[in-house]
């Protein structure tokens, strides 16, 4: 019963470096979402899918790119990483073909920027 | 744009107490309404959501709250704190448009449970 697993848990960067999340679903949602949580500040979204092959803008976008190449797998890069994305970034996924459809999430990936 | 505010980032209370944490929303259309709970380190798990079928609403770990379209207020409660419900709780609100099932969260609220 795995439900939303995120790869991997904890990572530190150097400013300027790239990398790339890794997040999973097995029950065959169709809606994919990252957040980004601060203290403080709640989850902001930070892009969404719809749907295989779909990506949107959410609410903090910049400086973040993602794929939904496979239904069950979104994944979200940093480019160029910044030390303001340092933060703790959740997946989370829905049913989505009917509303309203909570949405399930993963335990998070701790990530530093120094 | 449609919005939560919860009052009070910290709210501590004895075992045994009443909990009351509060959310009011702001939505131009009736919205549908979450609260998640979030423990250390660990991701967010549903509470318990409202769809307008019941303005009172009863989630899991013996909470419940109660939609108040004329104070525009989702507030959770729980009739008596345990030591388990330590945890960060969030509002959430998602747009009745199908389709579009963003969620946007409140700040959070840290609750305390004093022994």
Known sequence: ?114 | AQSVTQLGSHVSVSEGALVLLRCNYSSSVPPYLFWYVQYPNQGLQLLLKYTSAATLVKGINGFEAEFKKSETSFHLTKPSAHMSDAAEYFCAVSDRSFGNEKLTFGTGTRLTIIP
């Not at chain 1, 029950?27 to 949107?56: F, K």
């Not at chain 1, 997946?91 to 949405?103: D, E």
Request: charged share 15%; with cysteine; hydrophobic share 30%.
């Open chain 1, 1 to 114: 019963n795995a439900g939303v697993t995120q790869t991997p848990k904890f990572r530190v960067l150097k400013t300027g470096q790239s990398m790339t999340l890794l997040c999973a679903q097995d029950m065959n949602h169709e809606y994919m979402y990252w957040y980004r949580q601060d203290p403080g500040m709640g989850l902001r979204l930070i892009h969404y899918s719809v749907g295989e092959g779909t990506t949107a803008k959410g609410e903090v976008p910049d400086g973040y790119n993602v794929s939904r190449l496979k239904k069950q797998n979104f994944l979200l890069g940093l480019e160029s990483a910044a030390p303001s994305q340092t933060s703790v970034y959740f997946c989370a996924s829905s049913y989505g073909l009917t509303a309203p459809q909570p949405q399930h999430f993963g335990d998070g990936t701790r990530l530093s920027i120094l």
